[in-house]
């Protein structure tokens, strides 16, 4: 690599850094909310797959190897602002740049939590829980384009809630438990004879009875 393509790398590494040195210091809550209630908690980090769907677009001139490196460090925010700035040109470094520091920081933040879960019984009662709420909030006021862009912001929301709504009422009225339980009813019925055999079934059992 020459030297002004070094210095270029740096310069673009250093400014994302900068970057996300706010969001570094609203991660802290977060981790340390995760260290105490990771045992409580399931994740799904599916959505991870979407995010790494988005990104690895723009940096296809860079290796494979290169890639899954950078992808392992996409976080909701790293993505936020990776995609903030797709318009004016994305690139490894820069990726790097908001990946690494968010990551370590969200490392030990979690270590913390984990170690000192025990001295904070209810996080909700000291505010911690809001750091979700305010990170999201703060994500999609640095993405806001207008109102016609956030059309499929609208749908989504609208989609999330609607299903949120089904899943609390199909598990409140214990509707899976009743299919189950109709599902197995069923398997366990004997199949009925062929509907030419029933007649002759009724004869042979009262013969047999006689």
């Given at each position: 690599?020459?030297?002004d393509?070094?210095v ?11 970057r ?6 609203s991660v802290?809550?977060?981790g ?9 908690a399931?994740?799904t980090?599916?959505?991870?797959g979407?995010?790494?769907a ?7 001139a860079?290796?494979?190897a ?8 996409l976080?909701?925010?790293v993505w936020?602002?990776a995609?903030h ?5 994305l ?10 520091p ?13 170690l000192?879960?025990?001295?904070v ?25 207008g ?15 609607i299903a ?9 009225t214990r509707?899976?438990l ?13 199949p ?12 042979s ?6």
């Amino acid at each position: 690599m020459s030297s002004d393509g070094s210095v270029h790398m740096e310069r673009w590494t250093a400014t994302a850094c900068t970057r996300m040195l706010p969001i570094m210091v609203s991660v802290v809550p977060f981790g340390l909310l995760l260290g105490t209630i990771a045992s409580q908690a399931g994740l799904t980090p599916g959505e991870i797959g979407l995010m790494s769907a988005t990104v690895a677009p723009y940096l296809r001139a860079h290796s494979q190897a290169a890639n899954h490196v950078a992808l392992f460090f996409l976080a909701d925010e790293v993505w936020a602002l990776a995609m903030h700035r797709v318009e004016r040109g994305l690139s490894l470094a820069y990726l790097f740049g908001l990946g690494l520091p968010l990551w370590l920081t969200w490392v030990s933040a979690t270590v913390a939590g984990a170690l000192l879960g025990n001295l904070v019984r209810d996080p909700s009662k000291m505010g911690f829980d809001f750091a979700f709420s305010a990170v999201f909030l703060s994500l999609l006021v640095a993405m806001w384009r207008g109102a016609r862009p956030a059309v499929p912001w609208i749908a989504s929301a609208v989609v999330a809630v609607i299903a949120a709504a089904v899943v609390t009422v199909v598990l409140a009225t214990r509707t899976p438990l009743v299919l189950a339980a109709a599902a197995r009813h069923r398997r366990r019925r004997p199949p009925a004879p062929p509907h030419g055999l029933r007649g002759y079934d009724a004869a042979s059992s009262a013969a047999s009875r006689t």
